[in-house]
């Protein structure tokens, strides 16, 4: 995992992109611009080109992402709520990670609809997911419109630096039991791993 990553303030947000977009969106798109800024997750880009969701022919990028993501406002402690929470801001980036080495982008007239057909999860540490949370991303396949896709979401350790290694989880369409929960290994922050097949329409 990079080491040399700018922290979540100094790196742009999801938010003024998507801001700076409306000013020049055709009306067709602004109720969908509109939809994306009232997702409750916070979003900024640690090392990746700003995406541009009106580039119909972007250039292709590695399908590796990274990002900083965290619940916008501050949740309860009610039970299994932060493994939801995190379910839910982990899943769409990884469809998007997919579609990088591809020159697609996200709304595109080349995409038809697209679902995840399996998303698992491991949660090896506890975790708040209205703190800030590296999350790493991969896609080592995608083709005949399916794509696999892995994730790995970190938290910093007590002396706020960020964890030097990670496991991984996988999973396919056909794989649909749900893994032992594995016990916390000591010592430092630890990763939530995240696998999922997503459909490509």
């Not at 119909?56 to 590695?62: A, H, R, S, V, Y």
């Not at 939801?84 to 007239?109: K, M, V």
């Not at 998303?119 to 506890?126: D, L």
């Not at 696999?148 to 039991?177: E, K, M, N």
Request: glycine share 6%.
């Amino acid at each position: 995992m990079p080491s040399d990553l700018p922290p979540p303030e100094e790196c742009p947000s999801r938010a003024d992109m998507l801001a700076e977009l409306l000013t020049r969106a055709p009306a067709s798109l602004r109720p969908l611009i509109e939809e994306a800024q009232a997702v409750p997750v916070e979003v900024r880009y640690a090392c990746n080109r700003l995406p541009d969701p009106l580039d119909l022919d972007p250039p292709p990028q590695p399908s590796r992402q990274l990002l900083w993501v965290r619940i916008r406002d501050p949740i309860s402690s009610g039970p299994s709520l932060n493994e939801a929470c995190a379910a839910y801001l982990s899943d769409e980036p990884l469809l998007l990670t997919a579609l990088r080495p591809h020159s697609i982008g996200f709304p595109s007239p080349k995409l038809g609809a697209f679902a995840t057909l399996d998303h698992s999860m491991w949660f090896h540490a506890p975790f708040k997911a209205d703190e800030w949370l590296l999350y790493e991303m991969s896609s080592p396949h995608a083709g005949a419109g399916r794509a696999l896709c892995f994730g790995h979401l970190y938290r910093p350790t007590p002396a706020s630096s960020w964890c030097p290694w990670h496991s991984r989880a996988s999973c396919d369409s056909r794989s649909r039991r749900s893994p032992a929960r594995p016990r916390s290994r000591g010592g430092g922050a630890q990763p939530c791993s995240s696998g999922s097949a997503q459909s490509l329409g």
